[in-house]
C-alpha cells in the first residue's frame, strides 16, 4: 500500500512538461534565426571561429610557405592567375588566401582576449567605485579620467613601443588601455541600480554587499558590458591591424591581416590584391561582430526584447 502510495505521489513528467520547455529555446534563438542582420553575424563569426580553429586544416599552404617562381601571381579569375592560389599570391610568393586563414587566429585571440581583460578589469574596478563610493570612488575616477584624457591610439602606440612586439604584449595591452569606458558603464550603471527599490529592499533585509553585487546589481550589467565588449572586440581587431601596419603588433613572421597589409602596401597601384584581400577580412570581421553583438543584447537584456515586441 505503502509503495503504490509513492508512485502515486511522484508522477513522471507529464508532455506538457515537455511542451512548456520549447518556447524557451525558441525565445533565446529567435532573434538569431528570424532577423537577417543577427543571422549574418553569427554565420561571420562562426566562420572566423572555424577558420581560427581548423586553419591548418583548412589552408592549402602554410602561412610562410612561399616560392619566388609564384610570386606575384593575381587571382584566380584574372589573367596570368592559377586555381592553386585562389587569391594570388604576394611579392614573396606566400598564397594570401592561406595567410588570410591563418592570420584570423591572431585578430581572434587579441579582439577575444582583449575585449574579455578590459571588461573584467573594468566591471571589477566600476563596480567598487559605484557601489562603496567615498575614497574609491574617487581614486578609480581620477585614474579613468586620466587615460580617457589621452588620445587612445597614442597610448596604445606609445604602450608597445615601450613594451616591444609581441601577440601576449598587445593583448595585456588593449586589456588594460580599453578597461576605462568599461570603468565608466559599469560605475553609472551601478550608482542608477543601487538606487532601485529591489537593491533598497534587500539592504533593508540585512543582505550582504556582496551578495546585493553578485545577486542584483551585476545580472543587470551583462547586456549592457556584453554589447559594449563586442563593440571593443570589433574596435581591438581594427587596432591590432593598425598596429601590425605600424610595425608595433606581432612580431613579421606571425600571420596576422595587419603585417598582410605592411607587405603589400607598396605595391597597391601595381598589386591591389596583396592589400584589398585582408582589408576586405578586417571589414568583414569587424561587421560580423557588431552585428552579432547587438543581437545578444537583444537575446540577453529582457527590456530590449519586450521593447522590439
Known amino acids: ?6 508512485l502515486i505521489s511522484s508522477p513522471s513528467p507529464t508532455p506538457v512538461d515537455v511542451i512548456r520547455l520549447k518556447p524557451v529555446r525558441r525565445r533565446w534563438l529567435r532573434p538569431f534565426f528570424q532577423d537577417a542582420a543577427g543571422a549574418l553575424g553569427l554565420i561571420i563569426v562562426a566562420l572566423l571561429v572555424l577558420c581560427a580553429i581548423f586553419a591548418d586544416q583548412i589552408a592549402p599552404y602554410g602561412p610562410t610557405e612561399g616560392a619566388l617562381s609564384s610570386a606575384r601571381r593575381p587571382p584566380a579569375w584574372l589573367e596570368r592567375g592559377t586555381w592553386d592560389h585562389i587569391l594570388g599570391t604576394d611579392q614573396l610568393g606566400q598564397d594570401i588566401f592561406s595567410r588570410i586563414i591563418h592570420g584570423s587566429r591572431v585578430s581572434l585571440l587579441v579582439g577575444l582576449f582583449g575585449a574579455t581583460m578590459a571588461a573584467l578589469i573594468g566591471v571589477s574596478l566600476g563596480l567598487m567605485a559605484g557601489y562603496y563610493g567615498g575614497w574609491i ?22 604602450v608597445a613601443t615601450i613594451f616591444g612586439r609581441s601577440l601576449i604584449n598587445v ?10 569606458i568599461f570603468v565608466r558603464l559599469t560605475r553609472g550603471e551601478v550608482l542608477r541600480l543601487k538606487g532601485s527599490e529591489y537593491v533598497q529592499a534587500a539592504y533593508s533585509l540585512g543582505a550582504r554587499s556582496q551578495r546585493i553585487i553578485v545577486r ?17 572586440m570589433s574596435a581591438m581587431i581594427i587596432y591590432e591591424s593598425g598596429l601590425s601596419f605600424l610595425g608595433l603588433s606581432v612580431p613579421p613572421d606571425v600571420p596576422s591581416w595587419g603585417n598582410m597589409l605592411t607587405l603589400g602596401r607598396p605595391l597597391l597601384p601595381v598589386f591591389p590584391w596583396m592589400t584589398i584581400y585582408p582589408g576586405l577580412a578586417i571589414a568583414i570581421t569587424s561587421l560580423g561582430v557588431n552585428l552579432l553583438g547587438d543581437r545578444l543584447r537583444e537575446v540577453i537584456d529582457p527590456r530590449t526584447r519586450h521593447a522590439r515586441r
Open 1 to 6: 500500500m505503502s509503495d503504490q502510495s509513492v
Open 137 to 158: 570612488d574617487n581614486a578609480v575616477s581620477s585614474l579613468v579620467n586620466i587615460m580617457l584624457s589621452l588620445p587612445y591610439v597614442v597610448l596604445v602606440i606609445v
Open 171 to 180: 593583448i595585456l595591452i588593449f586589456g588594460v588601455t580599453g578597461s576605462p
Open 216 to 232: 542584483h546589481i551585476l545580472p543587470n550589467l551583462i547586456g549592457a558590458v556584453i554589447t559594449l565588449a563586442t563593440f571593443e
